[in-house]
């Protein structure tokens, strides 16, 4: 039996163009399979969008170590703002300089984002630290069309089980998904992290994910419809490509717990929020 040694994302490679997806291979839902769902203008995924990086992305388990395609996932958290991984971003850049990275933010249109605030996720070496705010023209604010998620009003504590939500996006095919389709665990469970040290900041979870699904939301509904984010999803523990469909600590795919995200980030949210009442 395994124990938990490490936490890692699984990236895919392709020896000839150096091809990247970040996420876990972990797929817990029951059937063994996730919805498809539509990307629209409105309702619970319009916020959720892929993320692509506009340049090669520091990424060591490439030969090169660099990846020349890398997509991941993110998600409006305010009218001009995006969060999603910092591996989704920087890669395993340690000491990044925010003018040589941009993404572009796909969701219903495509928009450029530039990184303002981020975790040090490769210096520091933990999890909780694996986030990045992106920020776009003011232009180009998608969340004053599409919405956006919001600061949650409980804890992750108070949700009952299976209440939890998480969408994204593969980077690739695998299994029963094709890239650029988004796909959605409706009903999902946090778990507990007491007595796992690198597990400190993070929210354990048995939502179903798959490459390039890294900086997708794990959100729940409020009444009236309202959507409120948690945390950001970031990989998980002893990845196996197997379809796991009952929750294994062992096993257990991680997201960044909100309240491990730095207060810089939290500032600029809420300005961006007072900014364009």
């Excluded at 990236?11 to 797929?27: D, E, K, R």
């Excluded at 108070?158 to 094709?178: E, I, V, W």
């Excluded at 665990?185 to 040290?197: D, E, L, Q, T």
Aim: aromatic share 10%.
């Amino acid at each position: 039996m395994r124990s938990v040694k490490h936490m890692a994302c699984l990236v895919a490679v392709s020896h000839l163009v150096f091809f990247a997806t970040t996420g876990s291979a972990n797929v817990f839902n029951k059937s063994g399979k996730d919805p498809l769902v539509k990307q629209t203008k409105s309702g619970t995924y319009a916020a959720i969008g892929r993320i692509v990086a506009n340049q090669p992305v520091p990424w060591s388990k490439n030969p090169t170590g660099f990846a020349q395609s890398f997509e991941s996932t993110g998600f409006l958290v305010s009218p001009c703002l995006i969060m999603t991984s910092y591996h989704s971003v920087f890669g395993n850049s340690k000491h990044p300089n925010a003018k040589d990275f941009t993404v572009t933010f796909h969701a219903h249109r495509s928009v450029l984002a530039t990184p303002v605030a981020w975790g040090p996720r490769e210096s520091s070496g933990r999890p909780a630290d694996d986030w990045t705010l992106l920020s776009v023209a003011a232009g180009d604010c998608l969340g004053k069309e599409l919405g956006w998620l919001q600061f949650p009003k409980i804890s992750i504590h108070d949700l009952p089980a299976g209440k939890l939500k998480t969408a994204g996006y593969p980077g690739r095919k695998f299994d029963d998904k094709q890239p650029d389709q988004l796909w959605a665990h409706r009903s999902c469970s946090a778990y507990s992290s007491y007595n796992i040290p690198l597990a400190a900041g993070t929210i354990l979870n048995d939502c179903a994910l798959s490459p390039g699904q890294s900086g997708s939301p794990i959100f729940y509904e409020g009444e009236g419809g309202q959507l409120f984010y948690l945390g950001i999803q970031t990989g998980s523990f002893n990845p196996t490509p197997e379809i796991l469909r009952n929750y294994d600590s062992k096993y257990a795919n991680t997201a960044v717990n909100l309240t491990s995200i730095d207060d810089s980030a939290l500032i600029a949210i809420g300005a961006d929020l007072q900014k364009n009442k």
